[in-house]
């Protein structure tokens, strides 16, 4: 079965630093992965995703994510975090039969 | 394109009482599900549907019933509310076909059993 872990729940970053929040997923087959984000008392919004081949892929907002096979890992990042990305981001994996498997949700605060 | 729209926003239910949330996609989503989410666990599966007259159990399925009459509309009935089914409730929506096709989501709807 497919799952997606979380480890932290909570990171903290200042403003201006680099940020990252970490995912590592457990699939059998080719890895389908998501990141999303939920500002409160929203639905979530789709960040990006892992398209086979690109090792860092490029999202919305100037978020990134390093796919690491080896490592089992999708690390979203952020070369320079802003007050406003502070949110709860969620780790996601497809398998195929076509459901999503979300993580925990981490929750990211920005430090002005 | 509205996205995915759902109501009510809000929703404060009497235990034993039943009720619908409403779910709707304008995009022509073949798959569509219903999640609800609860503090640290995430957002867990209740139902979904691969098309229209097609729904099938999520990871928690007990307490809800579902139905797909048509690709724009995919309601979530509650038969007897509990408390433990106190939660907020996402549905969402993918085209379908691709695995690495992302989810778009509703705005949710936020429900209190007593």
Same mark, same amino acid.
């Given at each position: 079965?497919?799952? +997606? ?21 457990? +699939? ?81 605060? +920005?430090?002005? | ?9 809000? !929703? ?10 409403? /779910?709707? !996609? ?30 099938? !159990? ?26 433990? !089914?106190?939660?907020?409730?996402? /549905? ?23």
């Amino acid at each position: 079965a497919q799952s +997606v872990a979380q480890p932290e729940d909570q990171v903290n970053v200042a403003e201006g630093n680099p940020l990252t929040v970490k995912c590592t997923y457990s +699939v059998s087959g080719n890895p389908y992965l998501f990141w999303y984000v939920q500002y409160p008392n929203r639905g979530l919004q789709f960040l990006l995703k892992y398209i086979t081949g690109d090792n860092l892929v490029k999202g919305s907002y100037g978020f990134e994510a390093e796919f690491n096979k080896s490592q089992t890992s999708f690390h979203l990042k952020k070369p320079s975090a802003l007050v406003s990305d502070s949110a709860l981001y969620f780790c996601a994996v497809r398998d195929y039969g076509q459901n999503f498997v979300f993580g925990p949700g981490t929750r990211l605060s +920005v430090l002005p | 394109n509205a996205g995915v729209t759902q109501t009510p926003k809000f !929703q404060v239910l009497k235990t034993g009482q039943s009720m619908t949330l409403q /779910c709707a !996609q304008d995009m022509n989503h073949e798959y569509m599900s219903w999640y609800r989410q609860d503090p640290g666990m995430g957002l867990r599966l209740i139902h979904y549907s691969v098309g229209a007259g097609i729904t099938d !159990q999520g990871e928690v399925p007990n307490g809800y019933n579902v139905s797909r009459s048509t690709t724009e509309d995919f309601p979530l009935r509650l038969l007897s509310a509990a408390p433990s !089914q106190t939660s907020v409730y996402f /549905c969402a929506s993918t085209q379908g076909g691709r695995l690495n096709d992302e989810q778009f989501f509703g705005p949710g709807t936020r429900l209190t059993v007593l």
